[in-house]
Every structure is written in structure tokens, then in C-alpha cells.
């Protein structure tokens, strides 16, 4: 399992990513002041959520008119969100979807893995400014690093599409420390 960690310093990870379709970008984040409090804070409550999704939705109009998603929401994972743990083992375990899932990371960090069609994967470290774009049926899977924390917003087409479907790939455990 190879490890990547940005667009611009691993070309030849960008080559493997992109060849299997993943569109992955920096979309530097520079939030005004109220917004770099909020996505500071470990949690947010639904009126902290709708302000993040409000403030950065505005910042990937064009992926949504050229895509079709018709909504977002913002996921934040942190020590303390109800059934951690049960959720990354789920997150961690190969699987696609009917549908693409995007993310653009506006703080924290995690890991992505990708499979080819061979088989092989490379693992892609996210942080803050990464926007993924997964195709419907691309296989990955994903867990946070030793930070255990991120926040993420997520664009749709149709939230039904997202639904994970399991390869049943034997893989280990992606290390939270990578």
C-alpha cells in the first residue's frame, strides 16, 4: 500500500488516481474569520453546519452545474461523534457506489484508498483543500489518520446513489498513524 500526500508533489500518484478515474485537485480554502472559527470548532451544531455548507457551497457551483449534484451537506468526524469507531470499520472496508462521492476537506485530514482494476492500491492522504471527485463504481475506501478528525463537505446527485456496496476485497486495515 503506497502512501500519497499531495497532487503537486506526486505526479506519478496523480497518474494512478486519475487512472481510474478519480478527479483530485487543490481548492485552496482561505475562510474569512468566522468561518475559520467555526471549522476550528471539534463539532457544530446544524446552524454551524448550514453556515459552513452556505459559506463553501458557494466555492464548487461549478463542479455541481457540471456534474449535477443537486445538493451537499458537511460531515465532521471527531472523537467524540457517536459510533466513531463502528463507522470507520464500515468506511475501511473496499466498496463503491451507484453514485460519484465528492469531498472537499476543509479541515482535518484522512486516508483514501484506491483500487485499479488489478488490484493494486495507493493510499492518498487528504487535508484541508483536497476535492475529490470518486465516479460511480470507482472501488475505495477511506479512515481518518491518528488525528481523528475531519470535516468534509459532500456534493449529490442523489443521496440514495451513495449507498455503500461492499466488494468483499480482503484488505487490512488502513493505519490510522499513516
Known sequence: MDTMTSPASHVCDADFVAGIGVHWERRPLTPEPGLAALLQQPDLDHGGKATVVQAVGTMVVDECV???YHSMDL????PGTPGLDEALERFDKPHTHAD???RYILEG???FGFFNAQGQERVLRVGPGDYLRIP???EHRFTLTAVRRI???RLFADTAGWVAQYTQRPAAAMAAGS
Open 151 to 153: 470535516k468534509a463537505l
Open 66 to 68: 457540471a456534474h449535477g
Open 109 to 111: 485530514e484522512g486516508l
Open 136 to 138: 460511480a463504481g470507482v
Open 75 to 78: 460531515v465532521v468526524l471527531h
Open 100 to 102: 460519484d462521492e465528492v
